[in-house]
């Protein structure tokens, strides 16, 4: 009986797991006098090797925050049998090495996010298109640091 009980719940494990909704993400800061050459690099990088949905990638810039002026960058939502099942493009890693590494100062490793939907509201069946992260403190010069960040953010 504890053989079937613990079956079961190996087989419910891979279930569940199989749906979870993960995005990987990873940060990038431009050397301090490469970041056009970065930019370029990674939109050449970009859409030479990540136009299908299969590899899909999205760049944002930090715009407020501890990591202010990198870049960030994530693919799209995927449960972990597609990341398992995910192989790079042929030359895509050369391409990286030639096109972008050169312009990069540091580069952290890639982290892994988890949708949680019960602790999450949504209206629709998906995932928020931005993320837009609050930070709340004192600016001397403004005294709301937010609202200077906020407008910052809006622009872009």
Request: proline share 4%; glycine share 6%; with cysteine.
């Amino acid at each position: 009986m504890k053989k079937i009980i613990t079956l079961i719940s190996l087989c419910c494990s891979v279930i569940l797991a199989q749906s979870e909704q993960i995005e990987m993400n990873y940060y990038l800061e431009a050397k301090p006098d490469k970041v056009k050459q970065l930019e370029k690099g990674l939109k050449d990088h970009t859409d030479k090797f990540h136009q299908s949905a299969e590899h899909l990638i999205h760049t944002w810039e930090v715009v407020a925050g501890d990591r202010t002026g990198q870049y960030m960058r994530n693919g799209p939502t995927q449960t972990w049998a597609e990341f398992d099942a995910n192989v790079d493009s042929p030359g895509d890693a050369v391409h990286w090495e030639r096109s972008v590494a050169p312009y990069v100062k540091d580069m952290s490793g890639r982290v892994y996010w988890r949708y949680l939907p019960k602790l999450s509201y949504s209206k629709t069946a998906h995932l928020p298109k931005c993320l837009l992260f609050g930070i709340h403190g004192t600016n001397q010069d403004n005294g709301d640091n937010t609202v200077m960040h906020w407008k910052k953010f809006a622009k872009h």
